[in-house]
């Protein structure tokens, strides 16, 4: 499965910004990712960090840090994950990455490790 994010970009603290990440095809390797967990992490340095989780049945996930500024959603028909930022802070810059299991996001859905699939990132700077 190939992962292609876009939407990242400058702006300044307490602005917006919303990430999409287009996935296709939806089996790779005999594993099926249309119905497993799909993921935002972000990448800073000296720091990688998950953001958001959405398996596209239960509730988001969300890391304590971004809870109440950031929204994942997901739409299944377009295979499609989407993060919406708001209220950016300067420590949310950092390339973000989407990811993707064939399985559900369970509470491991912080390790980088389980997800088989990323993309290539898109870029957030957050600056005055």
């Known amino acids: 499965v190939r992962l292609v994010e876009s939407g990242g970009g400058s702006v300044q603290p307490g602005g917006s910004l919303t990430l999409s990440c287009v996935a296709s095809g939806a089996t790779s390797s005999g594993l099926t990712y249309d119905r497993g967990c799909m993921a935002w992490f972000r990448q800073a340095p000296r720091k990688r960090e998950a953001v958001a989780a959405h398996d596209g049945s239960g509730d988001p996930i969300y890391a304590d840090s971004v809870k109440g500024r950031f929204t994942v959603s997901r739409d299944n028909a377009k295979n499609a994950l989407y993060l919406q930022m708001n209220s950016l802070k300067p420590e949310d810059a950092a390339m973000y990455y989407c990811?993707?299991?064939?399985?559900?996001?369970?509470?491991?859905?912080?390790?980088?490790?389980?997800?088989?699939?990323w993309g290539e990132g898109t870029r957030v700077t957050v600056s005055s």
């Open positions: 990811a993707a299991a064939p399985w559900t996001c369970g509470r491991g859905w912080t390790a980088d490790g389980g997800y088989p699939a």
